[in-house]
């Protein structure tokens, strides 16, 4: 089992940046792909960005394009998103996942992101 838990959430006006991280424990040895996801109120969850094992591969959702970086250091077993020039619709609880195939099997418990205009 792997346990995440982000942190790094918080309120911020828009035009600014925040920088989450999300923290790996566990059976953290495989090489395990990360993501992270947004879900504002009232709406499903969304993806936002992702990134292989190696650091070399990495996705984004159009939404966040040029905006958030994602980010790993395998050697602290954490993940890290840094989200600049943040707007009102970036607000949402952001949950780090970890996954070896296709779909995402470990969840962190998210954290608060709001973005005031």
């Known amino acids: 089992q792997v346990q995440l838990v982000e942190s790094g959430g918080g309120l911020v006006q828009a035009g600014g940046s925040l920088r989450l991280s999300c923290a790996a424990s566990g059976r953290t040895s495989l090489p395990y792909i990360m993501g992270w996801f947004r879900q504002a109120p009232g709406k499903e969850r969304e993806f936002v960005a992702s990134?292989?094992?190696?650091?070399?591969?990495?996705a984004y959702a159009d939404a966040v394009k040029g905006r958030f970086l994602i980010s790993r250091d395998n050697a602290k077993k954490t993940v890290y998103l840094q989200m600049n020039s943040l707007k009102p619709e970036d607000t949402g609880v952001y949950s780090c996942?970890?996954?070896?195939?296709?779909?995402?099997?470990?969840w962190g418990q998210g954290t608060q992101v709001t973005v005031s205009s």
């Open positions: 996942a970890a996954r070896i195939g296709t779909v995402y099997q470990h």
């Open positions: 990134i292989s094992w190696s650091g070399i591969s990495i």
